[in-house]
């Protein structure tokens, strides 16, 4: 089993920059694959950002354009995503999501965490 707890959210002004951290727990086989999404009202979850193995593989949503980054601890045992120049259109709930199989391009991650709450103000 993995356990994945999210936390840094907030509210920030447009332009700002956040990040966001993902401490992740059990077999470090089952989390080889990570990954951020998001979900806010009436939308489907779309990938943030995904990473595979010390950065061997990371993959990013085609809105990002360059403005976050995704990475982790030495020990693997914290995800990070580091956001830049956050636009109002960024607002969304932020899910951490794990597996031992790469799962990025169906979002199908087989752990994900509670979510953190990201308020981007015009």
């Known amino acids: 089993q993995v356990q994945l707890v999210e936390s840094g959210g907030g509210s920030v002004q447009a332009g700002g920059s956040l990040t966001l951290s993902c401490a992740a727990s059990?077999?470090?086989?089952?989390?080889?694959?990570m990954a951020w999404f998001r979900q806010s009202p009436g939308k489907e979850r779309e990938g943030v950002a995904g990473?595979?193995?010390?950065?061997?593989?990371?993959y990013y949503g085609d809105f990002v354009k360059g403005r976050f980054t995704i990475s982790q601890s030495n020990d693997k045992n914290t995800l990070y995503l580091q956001m830049n120049n956050l636009e109002p259109e960024d607002t969304a709930t932020y899910y951490c999501?794990?597996?031992?199989?790469?799962?990025?391009?169906?979002?199908?991650?087989?752990?994900w965490g509670q979510g953190t709450q990201v308020t981007v103000s015009s």
């Open positions: 059990g077999s470090p086989y089952i989390r080889q694959y």
């Open positions: 999501a794990a597996d031992a199989a790469n799962r990025w391009y169906t979002g199908t991650y087989r752990f």
């Open positions: 990473i595979y193995r010390d950065a061997l593989q990371t």
